[in-house]
């Protein structure tokens, strides 16, 4: 989930033969990623990126809203607000992964 180079490394080079990594991170544009051909061929490895959690947008907004009105999806727990005053706060809130969904406020006069 971070795509960091060193942990997608480490991750392809822990799966079983025929084994599927699947990249669900969103790194930096100029972000590469290597392994060995060897290794990746020999074992018929393959990589895959999930764009959105590959859902159905019609089918998984309203299951989600579901899910949160019945009390089994607690958005307070993985969303962060911060006003644009605390920017600073919520850039060091969103680099230290303590949050999965950081929200900026910019409010207007």
């Avoid at 960091?4 to 969103?26: C, E, F």
């Avoid at 947008?57 to 005053?85: R, S, T, V, W």
Wanted: proline share 7%; net charge neutral.
């Amino acid at each position: 989930m971070t795509g960091t180079p060193a942990v997608v490394d480490t991750a392809s080079q822990t799966l079983r033969k025929r084994g599927m990594l699947a990249l669900i991170a969103a790194p930096t544009p100029d972000t590469r990623y290597s392994v060995e051909v060897r290794h990746m061929v020999g074992a018929g490895l393959f990589w895959r990126r999930v764009i959105e959690g590959d859902s159905n947008p019609p089918d998984f907004i309203p299951q989600l809203n579901e899910y949160y009105c019945k009390g089994q999806l607690p958005m307070e727990k993985i969303i962060a607000h911060y006003p644009f005053e605390r920017i600073n706060k919520a850039i060091h809130v969103m680099e230290d992964s303590s949050v999965v969904k950081l929200v900026l406020r910019m409010m207007q006069d």
